[in-house]
């Protein structure tokens, strides 16, 4: 049970910095807006169950988001995040770090999710393109829970993400 909500923690954790790194639709960035998407996601997962309460978990997920309303701000982007997270003793600690592609001009996103004991803090590290100069992103997830794993070792997501940004 603490292994499945471990990976479960790591797909969230994944899909929060996806909120940040999703692509927004072609054309220039507006200097600030906000956006409403959906994001779905599916990658590997390898876990330690070294015990019932000491476990940790590593993640690779790539995935799609998909504006509402179609067309809007991140529409269709692409991206791919490399998670790690442990929990000893109910102690709660992850990372994830994910990279967007704007699907028409390839204009890129890095983003850092961490995760300490339930505290989710987000940063937009760089960007190319009109992502160039973002300083100020808020995002607000809400899991879509009760999807299940394909295969044993991978894990399958969903998750729709509201929120503001702002340009320099």
């Not at 809400?142 to 991978?154: E, R």
């Amino acid at each position: 049970m603490q292994t499945r909500k471990l990976v479960a923690t790591t797909l969230v954790h994944g899909l929060a910095a996806i909120s940040l790194s999703a692509a927004i639709s072609a054309g220039e960035l507006p200097k600030e807006g906000s956006f409403d998407i959906m994001s779905c996601a599916s990658g590997t997962t390898s876990v330690i169950s070294f015990s019932k309460t000491h476990t940790a978990t590593i993640s690779e997920i790539t995935g799609v988001s998909l504006s509402n309303p179609p067309g809007g701000l991140y529409d269709k982007g692409t991206y791919r995040c490399i998670s790690l997270s442990s929990n000893f003793d109910g102690k709660v600690v992850g990372r994830s770090v994910c990279e967007g592609l704007d699907p028409e001009d390839g204009s890129k996103r890095l983003v850092v999710t961490t995760n300490q004991d339930g505290k989710v803090t987000r940063e937009f590290i760089a960007g190319t393109g009109k992502y160039e100069g973002l300083v100020e992103v808020t995002a607000n997830l809400q899991n879509v829970g009760g999807l299940s794993a394909i295969k044993p070792g991978t894990t399958q997501g969903c998750g729709r993400s509201t929120g503001t940004y702002k340009m320099k």
